[in-house]
């Protein structure tokens, strides 16, 4: 052993008279660099994702202002999704739960959000606006919360109301609004002009990248869920493992979204299980995922799972050539 490495050692240091060839490092990088970096754009320009543009609250102002204007008056009375969510948000709601498992309401509401205020009243506050929607602002904040409620639920009612407006804000009847569609027209012509883009996350604060306000706003109204449908991005068109149109998504999130299909997770029941898991749909299927990894995590120790290779065993077939040898060596 010694020789060994006393004579590698000798030809380590023995003078190269072998055939030389010249070889310039810094050319070969420079080309190198060159050629990925011409493939890394060519293969971007023919299969990277789309870069659409952002939804923004002027967009939605300007493409649907009844939506706009009706979704507002929900903030302000508190019929919204947002405003109904439950933990983290709000205590309107105990949140989803797998039976007497509420992990929700046992997180809490640790990032507070008072729609009406937060979505509404706050930006027309931080912004000079016209003299008839400052008076209708001082007349809501100084109303009572139970009058505040009375005037935007009526209005709510109003607008929804299938044998009336029908959704449309222009042909609600005379009512009990009080300041409320004084409140959601300044707070549309806001958002037409744009300032309510800059102004929601949070007001006085031009550095911020909090965008929670802003997707649970619009998420309340038909905007955005409208441009997830279009684009089959919402839960049942496999949304979650999906990118814009027919582009590759997030396929490793293929194990959650499989269970959003399924008939007992995404149902149209007003009652009963089905109505029950689809209503807590989110909950039920991490609570599926994680029973899945720990049977994986756990296959060592428990009986009969452990077992499978021995009773189904596809690792010989894969490793036929190492069994063949150690049966021929044995």
């Known amino acids: 052993m010694m020789d060994l ?180 027209s300044g707070l549309l012509a806001m958002a037409s002009s744009g300032a309510l883009d800059g102004i929601l996350p949070a007001p006085g604060d031009f550095y911020n990248s909090n965008n929670t306000k802003q997707i649970l706003f619009m998420g309340d109204g038909s905007y955005l869920p409208g441009f997830g449908d279009a684009n089959h991005l919402s839960g049942n068109q496999w949304g979650m493992m999906n990118e814009i149109g027919d582009w590759p998504g997030q396929q490793w999130l293929m194990p959650f979204s499989f269970w959003y299909q399924m008939p007992f997770v995404n149902s149209d029941a007003t009652s009963g299980l089905s109505a029950t898991m689809t209503a807590n749909g989110d909950v039920y299927v991490l609570a599926i995922i994680t029973i899945i990894m720990l049977l994986h995590f756990l296959i060592p120790f428990i009986p009969g799972l452990r077992d499978i290779p021995r009773w189904i065993p596809v690792h010989k077939l894969i490793w036929r050539q190492y069994y063949r040898r150690a049966k021929q060596t044995s």
């Not at 010249?22 to 994702?49: H, Q």
């Not at 903030?75 to 933990?87: F, Q, R």
């Not at 042909?171 to 959601?184: C, E, F, I, Q, S």
């Open 5 to 184: 490495k006393a004579r590698q050692k000798e030809i380590e240091r023995t003078h190269w008279t072998g055939p030389l060839r010249r070889y310039d490092i810094v050319k070969e990088g420079i080309i190198a660099c060159i050629v990925v970096a011409a493939l890394v754009i060519g293969l971007s320009a023919l299969f990277s994702s789309p870069d659409d543009k952002a939804l923004t609250f002027r967009g939605w102002a300007t493409a649907m202002p009844k939506d706009f204007f009706a979704t507002t008056v929900k903030e302000l009375a508190g019929t919204s999704d947002s405003a109904t969510y439950g933990p983290p948000y709000n205590a309107s709601g105990d949140g989803q739960a797998v039976g007497p498992i509420t992990m929700q309401k046992w997180i809490g509401v640790h990032e507070p959000i008072h729609t009406a205020n937060d979505f509404v009243i706050n930006p027309l506050i931080h912004q000079q606006q016209a003299q008839i929607v400052q008076n209708a602002v001082v007349t809501w904040l100084k109303a009572s919360p139970a009058q505040q409620a009375t005037w935007a639920t009526n209005l709510d009612n109003a607008i929804q109301d299938p044998k009336g407006a029908n959704g449309d804000p222009s042909k609600v009847p005379n009512g009990d609004y009080g300041p409320t569609p004084l409140l959601a």
